[in-house]
Nanobody
């Protein structure tokens, strides 16, 4: 059984910062990609940022230069530092981890529970 536990989020004023973390635990052989997605009310879930096991990262155009994704492989943890937040960043943020539970097993995608971010004055 694999669990993802997110922390961080909350209410912040425009221009402010927040930091998320997401820890994967349970039966884990190896972790491939880790990432963050978000879903605003009435919209589809969208990619925010991803990072590979080698540390290569990719970002949605809307967050480039403001958000930074990082990971600590020893702790099975992915982080998202969000700066210069805007009202349009308001959404529920989900972490996503693609991992193998067994050496010969396929990779599966797991989701965190979601954390609300509200950017408002």
């Amino acid at each position: 059984q694999v669990q993802l536990v997110e922390s961080g989020g909350g209410l912040v004023q425009p221009g402010g910062s927040l930091r998320f973390s997401c820890v994967a635990s349970g039966r884990i052989f190896s972790i491939n990609a880790m990432g963050w997605y978000r879903q605003a009310p009435g919209k589809q879930r969208e990619l925010v940022a991803t990072i590979t096991s080698g540390g290569s990262s990719d970002y949605a155009d809307s967050v480039k230069g403001r958000f930074t994704i990082s990971r600590d492989n020893a702790k099975n943890t992915v982080y998202l530092q969000m700066n210069s937040l805007k009202p349009e960043d308001t959404a529920v943020y989900y972490c996503n981890v693609v991992l193998r539970e067994h050496v010969l097993g396929p990779a599966h995608s797991y989701w965190g529970q979601g954390t609300q971010v509200t950017v408002s004055s």
